[in-house]
């Protein structure tokens, strides 16, 4: 009712031609309510931010795998030690040693960074630590690309060439379970919100610049209160 009255109660609101979104549904209702002349427009930071989750998931689903690993390998080694099996004991270091390695890769705080940058911000050292993560995990790498390929639905020619693309993302995404997020969270975002993400096309407008400031005075309200 608030939002309502706040755009009822705006100067000359019949002239509002775009207005830029969330995916929050209440939003679009309102709008298409109070403003029915306006086209609504899906920012795209919310759609990629939805494929980088997505992708992040299939780095958890490993660190889960590997951290389910380690817990298996230290009873392994408990019972090896119980029964001073010497052989059994350093093959299963040797293996709990590796998987350690693999899930601090998985964890590293630079990995998940350098991972949420775009194939094009990424400089020497991130395509170089990518490179190194891939060929230990191909599943992150496909996620990786799957995230790309939504970051690149912004950057055809037309809007009929955005839309061919997704259509066709669709089929790369694989069964698995570590990719549920790109078959459900994604995938039903352009289900429910086709026309106002591909209206970027028509109106490419986001409210990029206007949250950046939101957050900078919430981190200077939160340093100037101590």
């Not at 759609?47 to 951290?67: C, G, P, T, W, Y």
């Not at 039903?188 to 970027?200: C, D, G, L, V």
Request: proline letters at 3%; glycine letters at 4%.
């Amino acid at each position: 009712a608030t939002l309502e009255k706040f755009l009822d109660n705006l100067p000359d609101n019949h002239k509002i031609e775009v207005v830029v979104i969330d995916m929050t549904a209440y939003y679009r209702d309102i709008i298409r309510l109070c403003l029915p002349g306006a086209k609504i427009v899906v920012d795209r930071f919310h759609v990629v931010s939805l494929a980088n989750i997505a992708m992040d998931e299939v780095r958890k689903h490993l660190q889960r795998k590997f951290s389910r690993q380690l817990s298996d390998l230290d009873e392994q080694i408990t019972e090896a030690q119980r029964l001073r099996n010497t052989t059994l004991y350093t093959t299963l270091e040797s293996k709990r040693r590796e998987a350690q390695r693999k899930y601090d890769l998985l964890k590293d705080s630079q990995t998940r960074r350098t991972m949420g940058f775009g194939r094009d911000k990424l400089r020497t050292g991130g395509m170089t630590l990518l490179a190194r993560v891939f060929a230990e995990f191909p599943d992150l790498q496909t996620a990786y690309e799957l995230k790309e390929g939504i970051r690149s639905i912004y950057t055809q020619a037309t809007k009929a060439d955005a839309e061919a693309l997704y259509s066709a993302w669709v089929g790369t995404v694989p069964s698995g379970s570590a990719f549920k997020l790109f078959r459900t969270d994604v995938q039903r975002a352009f289900r429910n919100w086709s026309e106002e993400i591909f209206n970027y096309y028509d109106h490419p407008y986001t409210n990029g610049p206007t949250e950046s400031r939101n957050n900078l005075i919430k981190i200077l309200n939160r340093t100037g209160r101590g």
